[in-house]
């Protein structure tokens, strides 16, 4: 059976960002071929848990379901979005135009559900956003399809895939201390189109076979990856692929690939320079013995 929800929020007028203009709670459980679409133009809007505060929204609401078709367009500023998705085979569509947005999605946070054979897309027209997407939290995200566009300066994402680990500690990976559990995220491709000045890109992936594909182009942005390997990867695959197109000067490039049994690959075309005391910098850590290395 087939659900399907239009939602459109529209008003005349902006309050101050301390105070939401129209709230959106949805809950959903168990449903299969679901379609959700909201769309709320203007400021200050909230998509989240009903029992939230809204001048403090800290609370997410929760849809749970096979096949769920999932749209949403926020377009305004100070905007935010906070919602556990969860189920296989699913499609998630973000669009978010204005600035000062908040966006914190769950999708199987809690590892009840797989993520597999899903697509993912975020295109984000604006500055000062902020992004965390925790996706299949120590589940398996196999075969899926992640797309990210931004046009615009100062947003800041966390993106972590089939890992234990959340965004609080996601800066230690990159360190000399920390080790990393997660499950599988076979086969996912991941686009990251970026075009602007100031923005930072934090991103943990645990999978066997993980291919990225970055442009960049613009001023003072900087990238942390990591790929975490997989004992179940065999010892002649591919392992985690990144391609790295950056364009632009004072860019701060850390990748590492901690994979065990198997290959890396690195692609890198950059352009751009920096000053003696401003660099452009690029470090690169593969270790085949998947234990703790970083820049």
Same mark, same amino acid.
């Given at each position: 059976?087939?659900?399907?929800?239009?939602?459109?929020?529209?008003?005349?007028?902006?309050?101050?960002?301390? !105070?939401?203009?129209?709230?959106?709670?949805?809950?959903?459980?168990?449903?299969?071929?679901?379609? *959700?679409? *909201?769309?709320?133009?203007?400021?200050?809007? $909230?998509? #989240?848990?009903?029992?939230?505060?809204?001048?403090?929204?800290?609370?997410?609401?929760? @849809?749970?379901?096979?096949?769920?078709?999932?749209?949403?367009?926020? *377009?305004?500023?100070?905007?935010?979005?906070?919602?556990?998705? =969860?189920? =296989?085979?699913?499609?998630?569509?973000?669009?978010?135009?204005?600035?000062?947005?908040?966006?914190?999605?769950?999708? %199987?946070?809690?590892?009840?559900?797989?993520?597999?054979?899903?697509?993912?897309?975020?295109?984000?027209?604006?500055?000062?956003?902020?992004?965390?997407?925790?996706?299949?939290?120590?589940? /398996? #995200? =196999? /075969?899926?399809?992640?797309? +990210? #566009?931004?046009?615009? #300066?100062?947003? @800041?994402?966390?993106?972590?895939?089939?890992?234990?680990?959340?965004?609080? &500690?996601?800066?230690?990976?990159?360190?000399?201390?920390?080790?990393?559990?997660?499950?599988?995220?076979? %086969?996912?491709?991941?686009? +990251? &189109?970026?075009?602007?000045?100031?923005?930072?890109?934090?991103?943990? *992936?645990?999978?066997?076979?993980?291919?990225?594909?970055? /442009? @960049?182009?613009?001023?003072? &942005?900087?990238?942390?990856? $990591?790929?975490?390997?997989? !004992?179940?990867?065999?010892?002649?695959?591919?392992?985690?692929?990144?391609? @790295?197109?950056?364009?632009?000067?004072? +860019?701060?490039?850390?990748?590492?690939?901690?994979?065990? =049994?198997? &290959?890396? +690959?690195?692609?890198?075309?950059?352009?751009?320079?920096?000053?003696?005391?401003?660099?452009?910098?690029?470090?690169?850590?593969?270790?085949?013995?998947?234990?703790? !290395?970083?820049?």
């Amino acid at each position: 059976m087939k659900y399907s929800v239009l939602i459109l929020v529209l008003f005349g007028f902006a309050l101050t960002s301390h !105070a939401a203009d129209n709230q959106i709670y949805i809950t959903q459980t168990n449903a299969t071929n679901s379609q *959700i679409d *909201i769309e709320q133009l203007g400021s200050g809007n $909230i998509v #989240a848990d009903n029992a939230s505060n809204t001048t403090t929204v800290d609370a997410a609401m929760n @849809i749970n379901g096979t096949g769920l078709n999932f749209n949403l367009d926020q *377009i305004g500023s100070s905007n935010k979005f906070l919602a556990d998705l =969860n189920g =296989n085979d699913g499609t998630y569509n973000f669009t978010f135009t204005g600035s000062s947005n908040v966006f914190t999605g769950q999708l %199987n946070a809690a590892g009840t559900y797989n993520m597999n054979d899903f697509t993912f897309t975020n295109a984000v027209t604006g500055s000062s956003n902020a992004f965390t997407v925790n996706i299949a939290e120590d589940a /398996d #995200a =196999n /075969d899926s399809d992640i797309v +990210w #566009a931004f046009d615009g #300066a100062d947003n @800041i994402v966390f993106f972590n895939a089939a890992t234990d680990y959340t965004h609080s &500690n996601l800066a230690s990976l990159f360190g000399s201390s920390g080790s990393v559990t997660g499950a599988d995220a076979d %086969n996912m491709n991941l686009n +990251w &189109n970026v075009d602007g000045d100031d923005n930072v890109f934090k991103v943990a *992936i645990s999978s066997p076979f993980v291919n990225q594909d970055w /442009d @960049i182009d613009g001023d003072n &942005n900087t990238l942390d990856y $990591i790929g975490i390997g997989n !004992a179940n990867a065999s010892s002649d695959a591919t392992g985690h692929t990144s391609t @790295i197109n950056i364009t632009g000067d004072y +860019w701060d490039v850390d990748l590492i690939q901690r994979s065990t =049994n198997n &290959n890396d +690959w690195v692609n890198i075309n950059a352009s751009g320079s920096g000053t003696q005391g401003s660099h452009a910098t690029l470090c690169i850590v593969q270790n085949d013995s998947g234990s703790a !290395a970083g820049c």
